[in-house]
């Protein structure tokens, strides 16, 4: 029992669990290979966001213009594709790093200019979205705008993996096919939690967003570490980018639109707590594959999209609760254990 | 003491406009629903499901008139069938939740999907992968780069070119013109672009396309665009929406201006709003077709397609039904019965 409780999130992925047995019951072809092969793709790119977005609230801010970077990155990517032929290998970096400073810049006006991280993410969502529109390969020369984007390195992206085949196992029972966006996934999953947990570097985001004025008098470099987590925020949008670029072969002006309100509330299912300091990186995964299969599941039921959306608020509603009152409980054990009690 | 309660005012505050952020979230988790009930279907795409009963779907871009009246017309059809179960989906506007869409259907082993693409290439790939498993897609008004069983379309080319004549008439054969354009991306922005402007080449060579600037299929953006294009430009005298909407919203501006009588406005598509304000006097002039009428036959080809056992592997190339479509003014506006106006 005590070796349970050391498993992070196991709350939210009990949840996950018996959500997946119910409609593996209920929703018809919920319990497809094909269905699992659409949730890992479908809802890759959306776990990266998540994963990005999780060390901006860590560090007690929010990020709303991901959404804004997905589309300046993807379009980075089809111009130099489509308009200079830069290969895929270049252009793909390229955009990373775009996306990278763009959260930067975010963090540097949250640190510097003191702006609140809401307004200043609100206001370089907008200011991002508009250079796409003016950087806009398909505006300059509109008849790019219908030719999609063939590039092996940028296409090759979008490869889905027969694993079951490979190991034989599909012998025995019908496995989905991996994409590769999944296996992008798990390394930044992988990287993430492990530079969270055993860096310095990444232990510095959850000190600063629990107690940002002792972080500073602990020696630890607050502006830097937030500056730092906008910054990763960005780069997960840059590669969300690239994954959905690969897969829709092509960048539009719109791409991206409203997808940081998906990143948040996985996010926050996932645990990341909104009053900062707490949370890891499978949480957002596991909170983003939830959402997928809520979504999945009723939709196989046939629940209208439009009661499907109220369900995602009521839990993303219950997240939030759960959070509060979870922090409610740590501020009194806090001052339980400050009394001597 | 005060300092605390400073402290816990800022968190306060965060948390508020976290909250404000959060509570839209609530919309943005259902902004990627990738699957849509597509329930009792085999995996095969032409095969029908074991109850002899045929599945097929229509992914629209978002709800709208156009598509909704589509989406009669194609059900009027099908229903008649009494073997077919049809659905309408929501594209929500974003390229990413069609292409999931698209994945689902063709997962579950849809016989057929009608789509209205959002974007022309983004769709191509599930297009291509639909057609791998002998799944027929019909488009309508929207072309695919990706070949295709079937595409209905309004006949977009030679119409704007007809709009451009009868706009060039009104106008005297002189002049300065707005195009209220889409964005770049859709293979029908190009056609009633280049309708327009190959017309007024051919039948009114000298009124000048003065400026052609995007204003996103809306009213209210449309609104914005041309007020800002009047402002630099308040000789021009002539407006082509390259959609209703956008004309509306010229129409709008004008009146807010106070010169609608010396505007000639043309929109496209030919949808109730605008035909009523054509009757006002308001709005010159549109491309009215009736999209019932399109609905049905795209329902009509999917029918005979799946009761066909025709698989989508098996076409050669595209098939490309163009509807027939009249130019409607305030001359011939009363012609179009209340049942043919969506």
């Keep these: 029992m005590s070796l349970l409780r050391r498993i992070p999130n196991l709350e939210l992925l009990a949840f996950f669990v018996v959500l997946s047995v119910f409609f593996c019951f209920y929703a018809p072809h919920?319990?497809?290979?094909?269905?699992?092969?659409?949730?890992?793709?479908?809802?890759?790119?959306?776990?990266i966001l998540a994963i990005g977005q999780s060390y901006p609230i860590m560090v007690r801010g929010i990020d709303l213009s991901i959404g804004s970077i997905v589309a300046l990155g993807a379009m980075i990517i089809f111009d130099l594709v489509m308009i200079w032929e830069v290969p895929g290998y270049l252009a793909m970096p390229l955009a990373l790093c775009v996306a990278l400073a763009a959260g930067a810049v975010n963090g540097a006006l949250i640190v510097y200019c003191r702006l609140q991280p809401f307004v200043a993410t609100l206001a370089s969502m907008a200011a991002y979205r508009g250079l796409v529109y003016a950087i806009s390969g398909r505006?300059?020369?509109?008849?790019?705008?219908?030719?999609?984007?063939?590039?092996?390195?940028?296409?090759?992206?979008?490869?889905?993996?027969?694993?079951g085949g490979a190991t034989g196992l599909d012998q025995v029972v019908?496995?989905?096919?991996?994409?590769?966006?999944f296996l992008i996934l798990i390394a930044v999953m992988?990287?993430?939690q492990v530079m969270l947990s055993h860096t310095n570097f990444g232990k510095n985001f959850k000190i600063t967003g629990g107690n940002p004025e002792a972080a500073r008098l602990a020696g630890i470099n607050t502006k830097r570490t937030i500056i730092s987590a906008y910054a990763i925020s960005g780069f997960c949008a840059g590669l969300a980018a690239i994954i959905l670029v690969a897969r829709l072969t092509t960048a539009t002006e719109a791409l991206g639109n409203g997808m940081e309100l998906t990143a948040i509330a996985a996010a926050v299912i996932g645990g990341i707590s909104l009053q900062g300091g707490l949370g890891n990186s499978i949480g957002p995964v596991v909170g983003a594959f939830l959402l997928g299969i809520i979504l999945i599941g009723l939709t196989l039921m046939g629940v209208s999209q439009f009661v499907q959306q109220i369900l995602s608020g009521a839990i993303l509603v219950g997240a939030v609760t759960y959070d509060l009152y979870m922090s409610k409980t740590r501020a009194r054990r806090a001052r339980a254990l400050q009394s001597g009690v | 003491m005060s300092d605390k309660k400073e402290v816990l005012g800022d968190s306060q505050r965060r948390s508020f406009l976290k909250g404000v952020a959060l509570g839209s979230a609530a919309l943005g988790a259902g902004l990627v629903s990738p699957s849509m009930p597509v329930a009792g279907l085999g995996q095969q795409g032409v095969a029908r499901a074991a109850d002899g009963r045929y599945k097929m779907a229509f992914i629209q871009w978002q709800p709208h008139t156009?598509?909704?009246?589509?989406?009669?017309?194609?059900?009027?059809?099908l229903d008649t069938q009494n073997n077919i179960d049809y659905q309408l989906l929501d594209g929500q506007n974003k390229v990413e939740v069609q292409v999931s869409l698209m994945d689902?259907?063709?997962?579950?082993?849809?016989?057929?999907?009608?789509?209205?693409?959002?974007?022309?290439?983004?769709?191509?790939p599930s297009i291509k992968k639909a057609r791998r498993r002998g799944i027929s897609v019909i488009t309508l008004n929207i072309d695919a780069a990706e070949e295709h069983a079937a595409h209905v379309e309004m006949n977009h080319y030679f119409g704007a070119m007809d709009i451009a004549k009868e706009m060039g008439n009104r106008m005297g054969g002189?002049?300065?013109?707005?195009?209220?354009?889409?964005?770049?991306?859709?293979?029908?922005?190009?056609?009633?672009?280049?309708?327009?402007?190959?017309?007024?080449k051919e039948h009114h060579p000298n009124i000048e396309i003065a400026a052609d600037q995007v204003a996103d299929w809306s009213r209210k953006k449309a609104q914005d665009v041309l007020f800002n294009i009047l402002t630099a430009q308040p000789d021009i005298t002539g407006v082509y929406g390259i959609n209703d909407s956008m004309a509306l919203g010229a129409v709008d501006v004008a009146k807010q201006k106070g010169i609608l009588d010396k505007m000639v406005i043309f929109g496209n598509d030919g949808e109730r709003a605008a035909l009523e304000s054509i009757e006002n006097g308001e709005l010159t002039g549109t491309q009215y077709t009736d999209v019932y009428q399109q609905g049905r036959f795209a329902g009509s080809v999917a029918s005979v397609l799946a009761s066909g056992g025709v698989s989508a592997k098996s076409f050669e190339q595209q098939g490309k039904l163009l509807m027939p479509y009249t130019i409607a003014t305030a001359e011939n506006v009363s012609s179009i019965q209340p049942a043919q106006r969506w």
Aim: glycine share 8%; charged share 15%; no cysteine.
């Design chain 1, 190 to 192: 992988v990287t993430s």
């Design chain 1, 174 to 181: 019908n496995l989905p096919w991996i994409p590769l966006s």
């Design chain 2, 104 to 124: 689902t259907l063709i997962n579950e082993g849809a016989n057929v999907i009608f789509l209205q693409p959002i974007d022309s290439v983004a769709l191509g």
């Design chain 2, 66 to 77: 156009v598509p909704a009246a589509w989406s009669n017309g194609i059900k009027e059809v």
């Design chain 1, 30 to 47: 919920f319990n497809t290979a094909s269905n699992v092969e659409n949730l890992l793709s479908g809802y890759a790119f959306i776990a």
């Design chain 1, 139 to 163: 505006q300059l020369f509109p008849e790019l705008a219908t030719k999609p984007i063939r590039d092996p390195w940028i296409t090759g992206i979008e490869e889905y993996y027969d694993i």
């Design chain 2, 174 to 200: 002189k002049g300065k013109v707005a195009i209220l354009n889409a964005p770049p991306g859709i293979i029908i922005r190009d056609q009633r672009t280049n309708g327009f402007i190959d017309g007024m």
